[in-house]
C-alpha cells in the first residue's frame, strides 16, 4: 500500500521560506514522479511543481517559478518543495502526490496522480 505523508507546514511571515517534506512508502520511490498541489480555502485544486522519477526534469506553475524549487532524495524516499519569497496568496493546503505509472516525467494534471497525501497546512501572514 502506498503511503504518503506530508511534513514542514506552519506559519510564516510574507518573504519567508518554508520547506515541506513528502515521505513515500509501499513501493520502490525511485521508479516514480511526484508532484505537489495545492488548495486554498473556496479555490480549485492546483498544480505547484512537479519532478520526473529520475530527478532531471521539473516542472513548475507559472506563480511558483522562481520561488519553490521541487527535489527528491531516492535513498530516503522523500520528495521536497522550498517554498521562499512566500506570499499572502500562497496560502493553502498542500499535498503531495504520486502517479499509478512508472518512469514518467512528471504532470501537472492531478488526473494522472493515484495517490495523495493528507497535506500540510501552509499559511502567510502579510
Known amino acids: 500500500q502506498v503511503q504518503l505523508v506530508e511534513s514542514g507546514g506552519g506559519l510564516v511571515q510574507a518573504g519567508g521560506s518554508l520547506r515541506l517534506s513528502c515521505a513515500a512508502s509501499?513501493?520502490?520511490?525511485?521508479?516514480?514522479?511526484m508532484g505537489w498541489f495545492r488548495q486554498a480555502p473556496g479555490k480549485e485544486r492546483e498544480f505547484v511543481a512537479a519532478?520526473?522519477?529520475?530527478?532531471?526534469?521539473?516542472k513548475y506553475a507559472d506563480s511558483v517559478k522562481d520561488r519553490f524549487t521541487i527535489s527528491r532524495d531516492n535513498a530516503k524516499n522523500t520528495a521536497y518543495l522550498q517554498l521562499n519569497s512566500l506570499k499572502a496568496e500562497d496560502t493553502a493546503v498542500y499535498s503531495c502526490?504520486?502517479?499509478?505509472?512508472?518512469?514518467?516525467?512528471?504532470?501537472?494534471?492531478?488526473?494522472?496522480?493515484?495517490?495523495w497525501g493528507q497535506g500540510t497546512q501552509v499559511t502567510v501572514a502579510s
Open positions: 509501499g513501493r520502490t520511490f525511485s521508479w516514480y514522479a
Open positions: 502526490a504520486a502517479p499509478n505509472r512508472p518512469y514518467t516525467s512528471g504532470s501537472s494534471d492531478p488526473a494522472d496522480f493515484g495517490y
Open positions: 519532478i520526473s522519477w529520475r530527478g532531471t526534469t521539473t
